[in-house]
């Protein structure tokens, strides 16, 4: 049986001065930093799954931000078994990891985030660097991250 991957919109949020954000999981399930990021939904484009999970975890409408870039190539990881056990039984069965299509938004850097639109995955955000978001990042998602953000030329 061939292995299913969860389509997966990740979106890397640069002020276009260099900085990323940073954003801090209210859970800490398995990391405490990551980006904004989330599950493609059933006749949804990556790009489309991208804006909705900005304005749900962030707050930022369309008119906010720009998607100023989309990277080649999609990074497929694997959920480690001590992950998947954190979920009710039958949620993650259905597939053995994820499979991202990393996109890199511009906002203003004065921009105002709002973490309690939808259900807060977020404890704070805040502006730091590139190298900073690879090395807090969750080791899973690691080369991921680095590669988009070495295509995006943030790295």
């Known amino acids: 049986m061939e292995k299913r991957y969860r389509p997966n919109a990740a979106v890397l949020i640069t002020d276009g001065q260099g900085r ?3 954003c801090e999981r209210v859970d800490g399930l398995y990391s405490q930093v990551q980006t904004v990021q989330g599950g493609i939904d059933a006749g949804e484009t990556a ?3 991208a804006v909705r999970e900005v304005y ?3 707050g930022l409408k369309p008119e906010d931000f720009a998607i100023i870039g989309e990277q080649k190539e ?3 990881y694997d959920w480690p078994v001590e992950y998947k056990s954190k979920f009710p039984p039958g ?3 259905e597939f053995v990891g994820q499979e991202q299509t990393f996109f890199l938004a511009q906002v203003r850097p004065d921009v105002k985030f709002d973490l309690e639109t939808h259900h807060p995955e977020f404890a704070r ?3 730091g660097t590139a190298q900073e978001l690879v090395e807090k990042c969750w080791e899973v998602k690691r080369p991921g991250i680095r590669a988009a953000l070495q295509e995006f030329g943030l790295l």
């Open 20 to 22: 990323v954000l940073l």
């Open 47 to 49: 790009r489309e799954a």
């Open 56 to 58: 749900e975890e962030i």
């Open 74 to 76: 999609k990074f497929r």
């Open 91 to 93: 949620v993650l069965d």
């Open 125 to 127: 955000v805040w502006w």
